[in-house]
């Protein structure tokens, strides 16, 4: 973030966040963002606080209207404008008009889509710095038989066009090497906000959108194995749920009496939720650095994850339990940690530490700050 601009050029912002679902926050559905959503909005916020000039593009904001001195300047586009057969035009248009708006010397894109095609394509024709954030592994995934083949190519090459790559793990960094060689990617840590420790131990929680690579069925098989135990399952259907899944994960809450499932809730209430948990599992088979972590760890609660480990920060610092893809492992270390207090209650008091260590705001900001002042 060069600092020797002279005041006729000076922009009217030294960095825009584009993360348009982030209206969210600044209304009355607040506890109903998603995870790419918060992150956003949290580095939006922390780099104001730093005291740069930030813009947080987002859609129409709602009132009553949740907006105060620590919030970014809002720059608000169009509603989406994706559907129709000009839909994309429209969309790639609606994207240009709100960047250029925001009039920033850096433009941060959190995410893969259509839309850092079109946030690329302006940074490049307006002399402007771009910035891509990922979300998870899936950004790098070129080859999705879920999206359109054409438009994953365009948007590849459309990542060529970012001046940096801040990912959220080393293992993201290896496939965004892999795929494209001759980028310059940097690890940033997610931010995790403090939290009062609690871990009463009164059940196991999943808490995840119902699609495919979720893997749902897992966490009922694992309920099947540990009748002793109890589990809650919090199960969010999507325009992606396939049909039947929602169906079926009910019949197996009432077929299981120590599996209980219950429908979508803000995010306030789920967290809530995870204060009682004996640990948080995950069951999908590729993330980013999941939310549902983050908020566990910062509240003393471990995790068990069948499948993912970023960075193998679980094993590493011993705050829960990798599975490897192994349920017979994931059914052992549920059930010593059901049955052993003192065994979660040490992995928690960990996990606390190891969230303000690498993942407090402030020495998250910190890296992002020195990737701006480098650029």
């Not at 540990?226 to 009910?250: H, K």
């Amino acid at each position: 973030m060069r600092r020797g601009r002279s005041r006729r050029a000076r922009r009217a912002h030294d960095v825009a966040v584009y993360a348009p679902s982030g209206s969210l926050y600044y209304g009355p559905k607040r506890d109903y963002m998603g995870g790419a959503e918060v992150q956003a909005t949290k580095l939006a916020h922390a780099l104001k606080a730093k005291g740069l000039r930030v813009a947080h593009v987002v859609y129409p904001v709602p009132e009553p209207r949740r907006v105060d001195a620590s919030s970014p300047t809002l720059v608000e586009r169009s509603d989406w404008q994706g559907d129709g057969r000009l839909g994309q035009l429209a969309e790639s248009r609606a994207i240009w008009r709100a960047l250029q708006r925001a009039d920033a010397d850096t433009y941060i894109v959190r995410g893969s889509g259509g839309h850092v095609i079109a946030a690329g394509t302006f940074c490049r024709a307006r002399g402007r710095r771009f910035v891509f954030s990922s979300s998870s592994e899936l950004d790098f995934d070129f080859a999705r038989p879920d999206r359109n083949p054409r438009l994953l190519q365009i948007y590849k090459a459309s990542l060529r066009l970012a001046a940096r790559l801040a990912l959220q793990t080393e293992a993201q960094r290896e496939l965004a090497l892999r795929a494209l060689p001759n980028c310059d990617p940097v690890v940033i840590p997610s931010f995790a906000e403090p939290a009062p420790s609690a871990n009463s131990g009164q059940r196991f929680l999943w808490a995840d959108r119902l699609v495919e690579y979720k893997l749902r069925d897992r966490y009922v098989e694992l309920a099947e194995a540990l009748p002793e135990a109890r589990f809650r399952m919090v199960a969010c259907p999507m325009s992606e749920t396939p049909p039947g899944m929602a169906e079926r994960i009910e019949a197996a809450a009432e077929r299981l009496p120590n599996l209980e499932l219950l429908p979508p809730r803000p995010r306030s209430e789920l967290l809530e939720e995870m204060r009682d948990a004996v640990a948080v599992v995950k069951t999908s088979r590729v993330e980013g650095m999941p939310n549902g972590f983050l908020e566990a760890w910062a509240r003393g609660v471990p995790v068990l994850s069948l499948h993912v480990d970023p960075d193998a920060k679980i094993a590493n610092n011993d705050i829960g339990v990798a599975a490897d893809g192994s349920m017979e492992r994931l059914i052992e270390a549920a059930a010593n940690l059901w049955r052993d207090p003192a065994l979660r209650t040490a992995m928690g008091e960990r996990a606390r530490r190891f969230i303000q260590d690498v993942h407090s705001p402030e020495a998250v900001a910190d890296r992002w700050v020195a990737l701006l002042e480098e650029l």
